[in-house]
T-cell receptor, first 108, second 113 residues
Framework: RKEVEQDPGPFNVPEGATVAFNCTYS??????FFWYRQDCRKEPKLLMS???SGNEDGRFTAQLNRASQYISLLIRDSKLSDSATYLC?????????FGKGTRLHILP | EPEVTQTPSHQVTQMGQEVILRCVPI?????FYWYRQILGQKVEFLVS????????KSEIFDDQFSVERPDGSNFTLKIRSTKLEDSAMYFC???????????FGQGTRLTVV
């Protein structure tokens, strides 16, 4: 089983809709959790860190469930510019472990 | 905002040639990484580097690959004898400490012909 798993998609979602991604991780010693966004042929960029209490940044909400070992990302009122690949990233000690990414296409 | 910088942005090389990809991590960061991403595929870990030595490497990071931090600022990835399948984007990343967010450079697109 891969250490970090994501549904690769693609998710094709109409503009204005709400979309949610989940990511599961297998190692309970994982310490920190992040969502990164990657545009085509660009570097991954931090979207948000994920905390146990859940956190929100504008239209984006991230949640962590340590008991079930999954993290989620919710995007409300999606925009065309949200089209990208969303990478679930888990840190354990000095290791940075990537999921394969979930591709999101926002449709006009 | 501090950033990780990589040069060159694009490198074309002939099969069998040596290439050196350069990275300048964020100055107070302690852990450094190289990743590669073949077009359309996932980000793959190559190597991590801490305290002037390799802390972990993947199966991809075979004897053709080496890393150096020669002068306290640059962090280089050398591929000794490039193969066609080495064509990919190579990303450098750094973190300040364990569990902190990773900052990525803009990548070097390596094309082996």
């Amino acid at each position: 089983r891969k250490e970090v798993e994501q549904d690769p998609g693609p998710f094709n979602v109409p503009e204005g809709a709400t979309v949610a991604f989940n990511c599961t991780y297998s190692n309970s010693a994982s310490q920190s959790f992040f969502w990164y966004r990657q545009d085509c042929r660009k570097e991954p960029k931090l979207l948000m860190s994920v905390y146990s209490s859940g956190n929100e940044d504008g239209r984006f909400t991230a949640q962590l469930n340590r008991a079930s070992q999954y993290i989620s990302l919710l995007i409300r009122d999606s925009k065309l510019s949200d089209s990208a690949t969303y990478l679930c990233v888990v840190n354990r000690d000095d290791k940075i472990i990537f999921g394969k990414g979930t591709r999101l296409h926002i449709l006009p | 905002e501090p950033e990780v910088t990589q040069t060159p942005s694009h490198q074309v090389t002939q099969m069998g040639q040596e290439v050196i990809l350069r990275c300048v991590p964020i100055s107070n960061h302690l852990y450094f990484y190289w990743y590669r991403q073949i077009l359309g595929q996932k980000v793959e870990f190559l190597v991590s580097f801490y305290n002037n030595e390799i802390s972990e490497k993947s199966e991809i990071f075979d004897d053709q690959f080496s890393v150096e931090r020669p002068d306290g600022s640059n962090f280089t990835l050398k591929i000794r004898s490039t193969k066609l399948e080495d064509s990919a984007m190579y990303f450098c990343a750094s973190i300040a400490g364990e569990g902190t967010e990773a900052f990525f450079g803009q990548g070097t697109r390596l094309t082996v012909v």
